[in-house]
């Protein structure tokens, strides 16, 4: 159609080529367009009806009449090339007659429709500063300014959709993917921005398949295989329709399901692949489909196509044929063009467009369409902002404006770049410095009708210029899964590691693929999937799930416990028993024989073992500063009083008989008076010990983790060991004085002799503090004070009881054997009687 200005349009009336036969033999015929696309067509009719309401507005381009050129591009390369170059060079074919027409201004260019296709286009027509605005090319590579600076589109970049379904894929903790893609630009872009996105989430491609664009049925078959075995339950595809239908078609013919399909813009809403047939394998599918609208007065104007109305026009015969499968008779053309089939029923011209469901009169879902619209509509903007230009203000040199009738494409491509307007339908159009549109996305999910077709049910959006990071919305409850499944299924290579493991990639594989291994001893993971675990404070220890660190459980012996209750009841049993032998002693102070074993370092020996008694249960009870100082010193000094007291006792036995041979005066020397002193001498020796001990390096608390990962030792230190090895040491000491002498000094002859019982006693306190040295060392923790308490409440009861049993036994028993004719009485071996 003639006009003022004229606008160029690609659009892919065919689908296919029928390659002609190349043996040279003759003149080769040129490849045959074939495989009429009524969807398409409705997109060249949506240009023709834009252009139409836009020469009838008279605020759009007032007097100014809006004309066009249609070239179909076959859906290949090479055409769209051709149609470039015929653009390029001026003559150009007429859509409805091919006659040479001559030379004609092309100020700008609508398509091409797919990817591939624009690139050629695009580099054709960049030396020319010819602008091109597509509807239906996608591929991030045209956002390239540098490459491609007079390239609009009305479409959304594929950086945006890749994007978009990368954050679907994370939504859903799908971690293990498969990808297909088709054999041109738009598909390989396409699925490398998904998979650059999606490994930005951690999500891994388990596989990639690229569809051949001349179709292989060995490589459909390889394809199919793959996504049979593989462990992905969801499959990404970006390819355009025709190049998915191959592989959609064997998929349904191997009965394949169980799969969640992500279909990429280009053919989430194809009739030719969501067809009830393919539903088998394909519900539930998901995808993102462009803007869809509703263009008022379309659908009249598309069924208003008719052969016989316009006679010339062979897109409108193809589709008539297409439709109502019958023929209106066409020949073949020797420039290349298609022929009908001869064989099928002759049309009538009574077929009704209205009374027949087809794509091409189907608006129900206008979404290319609607980008055709919108890539006139921005035409005709910029060229009523051309014309509206006035001189002085202009944009060019000299503040010059262009002349509508007679301007340059680059002038053109200047308005395009600016232009802003709301469209009819209410959306606000502009391209950004990259001449790309806002993106805007639905979604949609493929569910079944009640009649068992294919309804696309709109569940979300995707808006990249939503400023909130809400980009992605949909309605988890509204879709419908592969199968059917209100729930989205899984797709993982490896099941998600559950807090209190950690991940551990395995050698050679994806990071996607892993094994879960509990975490070490001392260490947490409280995450889903955490690549590492956290150890735990020193005080803290994990809990049985290692998720949560909770305190060590604080162990020294107390008084609750049964070891500690049973051993405050023997240390209060030990001093009761002690505190009755004083009594008993102290009731028969008089009597011989508590006279003769002298009642003075007797009462004090007693004391002194209730002091050790009573020692004891400064170990028991939680440690602090006051306890571990005090258990420690009362310990060193009470035990030595005890022992110097025995040692005194012997010392006076021995000194006694010694005293006893003419001549010796030597008890004078050892009255009452020099034993006392002599015990407190010795004890003071352990008390300048102790006092050094606590001025140096004093016994305080401390938490020992140490000796058990999952507990912590509450325990005294002692500070200084050497110190503790010191007191100990001159225990020890006094107690080696004690045994040697009461040895020595075990068979004197008298009844009141009772070196021999010191004798035993010494033995049995020597044999508990050697056992006690290894196993104090050897028991950590609250058995550490068990021992120690056990040492000190046996050695102090074997002292009691072989000291003064035998007593209390006389006084209370053999009460006969308690006088002074008794103790002084000789005792002589048998053989000398």
Same mark, same amino acid.
């Given at each position: 159609?003639?006009?003022?200005?004229?606008?160029?349009?690609?659009?892919?009336?065919?689908?296919?080529?029928?390659?002609?036969?190349?043996?040279?033999?003759?003149?080769?015929?040129?490849?045959?367009?074939?495989?009429?696309?009524?969807?398409?067509?409705?997109?060249?009719?949506?240009?023709?009806?834009?252009?139409?309401?836009?020469?009838?507005?008279?605020?759009?381009?007032?007097?100014?009449?809006?004309?066009?050129?249609?070239?179909?591009?076959?859906?290949?390369?090479?055409?769209?090339?051709?149609?470039?170059?015929?653009?390029?060079?001026?003559?150009?074919?007429?859509?409805?007659?091919?006659?040479?027409?001559?030379?004609?201004?092309?100020?700008?260019?609508?398509?091409?429709?797919?990817?591939?296709?624009?690139?050629?286009?695009?580099?054709?027509?960049?030396?020319?500063?010819?602008?091109?605005?597509?509807?239906?090319?996608?591929?991030?590579?045209?956002?390239?300014?540098?490459?491609?600076?007079?390239?609009?589109?009305?479409?959304?970049?594929?950086?945006?959709?890749?994007?978009?379904?990368?954050?679907?894929?994370?939504?859903?903790?799908?971690?293990?993917?498969?990808?297909?893609?088709?054999?041109?630009?738009?598909?390989?872009?396409?699925?490398?921005?998904?998979?650059?996105?999606?490994?930005?989430?951690?999500?891994?491609?388990?596989?990639?398949?690229?569809?051949?664009?001349?179709?292989?049925?060995?490589?459909?078959?390889?394809?199919?295989?793959?996504?049979?075995?593989?462990?992905?339950?969801?499959?990404?595809?970006?390819?355009?329709?025709?190049?998915?239908?191959?592989?959609?078609?064997?998929?349904?013919?191997?009965?394949?399901?169980?799969?969640?399909?992500?279909?990429?813009?280009?053919?989430?809403?194809?009739?030719?692949?969501?067809?009830?047939?393919?539903?088998?394998?394909?519900?539930?599918?998901?995808?993102?489909?462009?803007?869809?609208?509703?263009?008022?007065?379309?659908?009249?104007?598309?069924?208003?196509?008719?052969?016989?109305?316009?006679?010339?026009?062979?897109?409108?015969?193809?589709?008539?044929?297409?439709?109502?499968?019958?023929?209106?008779?066409?020949?073949?053309?020797?420039?290349?063009?298609?022929?009908?089939?001869?064989?099928?029923?002759?049309?009538?011209?009574?077929?009704?467009?209205?009374?027949?469901?087809?794509?091409?009169?189907?608006?129900?879902?206008?979404?290319?369409?609607?980008?055709?619209?919108?890539?006139?509509?921005?035409?005709?903007?910029?060229?009523?902002?051309?014309?509206?230009?006035?001189?002085?203000?202009?944009?060019?040199?000299?503040?010059?404006?262009?002349?509508?009738?007679?301007?340059?494409?680059?002038?053109?491509?200047?308005?395009?770049?600016?232009?802003?307007?709301?469209?009819?339908?209410?959306?606000?159009?502009?391209?950004?410095?990259?001449?790309?549109?806002?993106?805007?996305?639905?979604?949609?999910?493929?569910?079944?009708?009640?009649?068992?077709?294919?309804?696309?049910?709109?569940?979300?959006?995707?808006?990249?210029?939503?400023?909130?990071?809400?980009?992605?919305?949909?309605?988890?409850?509204?879709?419908?899964?592969?199968?059917?499944?209100?729930?989205?299924?899984?797709?993982?290579?490896?099941?998600?590691?559950?807090?209190?493991?950690?991940?551990?990639?395995?050698?050679?594989?994806?990071?996607?693929?892993?094994?879960?291994?509990?975490?070490?001893?001392?260490?947490?993971?409280?995450?889903?999937?955490?690549?590492?675990?956290?150890?735990?404070?020193?005080?803290?220890?994990?809990?049985?799930?290692?998720?949560?660190?909770?305190?060590?459980?604080?162990?020294?012996?107390?008084?609750?416990?049964?070891?500690?209750?049973?051993?405050?009841?023997?240390?209060?049993?030990?001093?009761?028993?002690?505190?009755?032998?004083?009594?008993?002693?102290?009731?028969?102070?008089?009597?011989?024989?508590?006279?003769?074993?002298?009642?003075?370092?007797?009462?004090?020996?007693?004391?002194?073992?209730?002091?050790?008694?009573?020692?004891?249960?400064?170990?028991?009870?939680?440690?602090?500063?006051?306890?571990?100082?005090?258990?420690?010193? !009362?310990?060193?000094?009470? =035990?030595?009083? *005890?022992? &110097?007291? /025995? @040692? $005194?006792?012997?010392?006076?036995? #021995?000194?006694?008989?010694?005293?006893?041979?003419?001549?010796?005066?030597?008890?004078?020397?050892?009255?009452?008076?020099?034993?006392?002193?002599?015990?407190?001498?010795?004890?003071?020796?352990?008390?300048?010990?102790?006092?050094?001990?606590?001025?140096?390096?004093?016994?305080?608390?401390?938490?020992?983790?140490?000796?058990?990962?999952?507990?912590?030792?509450?325990?005294?230190?002692?500070?200084?060991?050497?110190?503790?090895?010191?007191? !100990?040491?001159?225990?020890? =000491?006094?107690? *080696?004085? &004690?045994? /040697? @002498? $009461?040895?020595?000094?075990?068979? #004197?002859?008298?009844?009141?002799?009772?070196?021999?019982?010191?004798?035993?006693?010494?033995?049995?306190?020597?044999?508990?503090?050697?056992?006690?040295?290894?196993?104090?060392?050897?028991?950590?923790?609250?058995?550490?004070?068990?021992?120690?308490?056990?040492?000190?409440?046996?050695?102090?009861?074997?002292?009691?009881?072989?000291?003064?049993?035998?007593?209390?036994?006389?006084?209370?028993?053999?009460?006969?054997?308690?006088?002074?004719?008794?103790?002084?009485?000789?005792?002589?071996?048998?053989? &000398?009687?």
């Amino acid at each position: 159609m003639k006009g003022d200005v004229i606008l160029n349009g690609l659009f892919p009336i065919h689908f296919r080529i029928i390659k002609p036969n190349l043996s040279f033999s003759e003149e080769p015929e040129p490849p045959v367009c074939d495989g009429f696309n009524s969807r398409s067509f409705r997109w060249m009719q949506t240009m023709l009806f834009t252009l139409q309401e836009i020469n009838k507005d008279p605020a759009l381009l007032p007097n100014i009449t809006l004309g066009y050129n249609i070239y179909d591009t076959c859906t290949t390369p090479t055409h769209s090339l051709r149609a470039a170059l015929t653009l390029a060079s001026g003559p150009y074919e007429d859509v409805s007659n091919y006659n040479c027409k001559g030379t004609s201004s092309i100020p700008v260019i609508v398509g091409d429709s797919g990817s591939t296709q624009s690139l050629v286009v695009a580099k054709t027509m960049t030396p020319f500063k010819i602008p091109m605005v597509s509807y239906f090319s996608s591929c991030t590579c045209l956002s390239n300014r540098n490459e491609f600076p007079a390239f609009f589109r009305t479409i959304p970049s594929d950086a945006f959709q890749a994007r978009a379904v990368a954050q679907l894929v994370h939504r859903f903790g799908w971690t293990w993917v498969g990808s297909v893609a088709g054999d041109d630009d738009y598909s390989q872009y396409g699925i490398q921005a998904f998979s650059d996105e999606v490994r930005k989430h951690g999500v891994c491609v388990a596989f990639t398949e690229v569809i051949p664009k001349v179709y292989s049925r060995r490589k459909i078959l390889q394809i199919t295989e793959t996504i049979k075995t593989s462990a992905a339950r969801v499959i990404v595809m970006f390819a355009l329709e025709g190049d998915a239908y191959p592989l959609i078609s064997e998929v349904v013919k191997q009965n394949i399901s169980g799969r969640q399909w992500i279909a990429s813009e280009a053919w989430v809403t194809s009739a030719l692949i969501a067809t009830r047939e393919n539903l088998l394998s394909l519900s539930g599918t998901i995808g993102f489909a462009i803007h869809r609208a509703e263009i008022p007065g379309l659908r009249n104007f598309l069924l208003q196509a008719h052969p016989f109305k316009t006679p010339n026009n062979r897109f409108v015969k193809e589709l008539w044929e297409t439709i109502f499968q019958c023929s209106l008779g066409m020949s073949v053309d020797r420039k290349g063009q298609r022929a009908s089939t001869l064989s099928q029923k002759k049309c009538t011209g009574s077929e009704e467009l209205n009374n027949t469901y087809n794509i091409y009169s189907d608006v129900s879902e206008l979404r290319i369409s609607y980008n055709v619209y919108k890539a006139v509509y921005a035409i005709a903007h910029s060229l009523h902002n051309l014309h509206s230009c006035t001189n002085g203000r202009g944009p060019f040199d000299n503040q010059t404006c262009a002349n509508i009738f007679d301007f340059q494409p680059w002038q053109l491509l200047h308005y395009l770049q600016e232009v802003r307007y709301t469209s009819k339908l209410g959306d606000e159009i502009y391209f950004d410095e990259n001449g790309d549109i806002v993106a805007t996305y639905d979604i949609v999910n493929w569910q079944k009708n009640e009649d068992g077709s294919v309804k696309f049910v709109h569940v979300g959006r995707f808006d990249a210029a939503t400023e909130t990071g809400q980009d992605l919305v949909l309605n988890d409850k509204a879709v419908i899964w592969t199968g059917g499944m209100v729930e989205a299924p899984e797709s993982l290579c490896s099941k998600s590691c559950p807090p209190g493991t950690r991940k551990a990639i395995r050698n050679g594989e994806q990071i996607c693929c892993f094994d879960c291994l509990p975490c070490a001893d001392g260490e947490i993971s409280n995450e889903i999937d955490s690549l590492n675990c956290i150890p735990c404070a020193l005080e803290d220890w994990p809990n049985l799930q290692r998720n949560k660190c909770i305190p060590k459980e604080i162990e020294f012996l107390s008084f609750e416990d049964a070891m500690g209750i049973t051993l405050t009841t023997v240390s209060l049993l030990g001093t009761a028993s002690t505190v009755a032998v004083a009594g008993v002693l102290w009731y028969y102070r008089k009597t011989p024989i508590v006279r003769a074993n002298n009642s003075e370092l007797s009462f004090l020996l007693l004391f002194s073992l209730t002091l050790c008694f009573l020692c004891s249960l400064t170990f028991i009870g939680q440690p602090s500063v006051w306890s571990c100082m005090l258990r420690h010193t !009362l310990f060193g000094v009470s =035990f030595v009083l *005890c022992i &110097s007291c /025995v @040692l $005194a006792k012997t010392l006076v036995v #021995l000194v006694a008989f010694k005293a006893t041979l003419p001549s010796n005066n030597m008890m004078k020397w050892f009255g009452t008076l020099q034993q006392i002193l002599s015990v407190l001498i010795c004890t003071v020796v352990q008390v300048v010990i102790c006092i050094v001990w606590l001025l140096l390096s004093s016994p305080s608390p401390v938490k020992q983790t140490k000796y058990y990962n999952e507990k912590i030792i509450f325990e005294c230190d002692l500070g200084s060991v050497t110190a503790f090895c010191c007191v !100990l040491g001159y225990i020890g =000491f006094l107690s *080696c004085m &004690s045994f /040697v @002498l $009461a040895f020595l000094a075990r068979k #004197l002859p008298d009844n009141f002799n009772e070196a021999k019982f010191i004798t035993f006693s010494m033995l049995i306190f020597c044999a508990v503090w050697l056992t006690f040295i290894p196993a104090y060392v050897s028991s950590p923790g609250k058995y550490t004070v068990a021992v120690e308490i056990f040492a000190i409440l046996a050695s102090s009861f074997g002292l009691l009881i072989c000291i003064f049993a035998p007593k209390c036994y006389i006084i209370l028993i053999k009460p006969e054997q308690n006088t002074k004719k008794h103790l002084m009485g000789k005792t002589c071996p048998k053989k &000398s009687i």
